[in-house]
C-alpha cells in the first residue's frame, strides 16, 4: 500500500527552523507534483508550496523568504525547510500528492498524508 508519512514537527520557538519531510512508502513508479498543506484551528487548509517533478517551485506569499520545498525523486521523498518561525505558522503540516503511480497499481489520486504538528511559541 502507498502511503505518505509526514515526520520532522515539533515544538519551536519563534524564529527558529524545523525541516519537514514526507516520504512516499511501498513501490513507486513515478509521483508528478507534491506539496505542503497547513492548517490551524479554526481555520481552512491553505497550499502552502509545491514543488513539481521537475523542480518548479510555488509558495504562498506568507512563506516566501522563510520557507523551501525541495524534494528527493531517488527517494519519493519531499521537504520543507522552515526558517524564521512566527507563532502564526503553527499548523498542523499535511504532505499531498496529486498523482502517484505505483509500480505494480493503477494511478492513485489526490493522496495525503496524515500530518506533523508544528507550534512556534515561548
Known amino acids: 500500500q502507498v502511503r505518505l508519512v509526514e515526520s520532522g514537527g515539533g515544538l519551536v520557538q519563534p524564529g527558529g527552523s524545523l525541516r519537514l519531510s514526507c516520504a512516499a512508502s511501498?513501490?513507486?513508479?513515478?509521483?508528478?507534483?507534491m506539496a505542503w498543506y497547513r492548517q490551524a484551528p479554526g481555520k481552512e487548509r491553505e497550499l502552502v508550496a509545491s514543488i513539481t517533478s521537475g523542480g518548479s517551485t510555488n509558495y504562498a506569499d506568507s512563506v516566501k523568504g522563510r520557507f523551501t520545498i525541495s524534494r528527493d525523486n531517488a527517494k519519493n521523498t519531499v521537504y520543507l525547510q522552515m526558517n524564521g518561525l512566527k507563532p502564526e505558522d503553527t499548523a498542523v503540516y499535511l504532505c499531498?500528492?496529486?498523482?502517484?503511480?505505483?509500480?505494480?497499481?493503477?494511478?492513485?489520486?489526490?493522496?495525503w498524508g496524515q500530518g506533523t504538528l508544528v507550534t512556534v511559541s515561548s
Open positions: 511501498g513501490t513507486i513508479r513515478s509521483i508528478s507534483d
Open positions: 499531498n500528492a496529486p498523482k502517484v503511480w505505483p509500480t505494480y497499481s493503477t494511478i492513485i489520486r489526490d493522496l
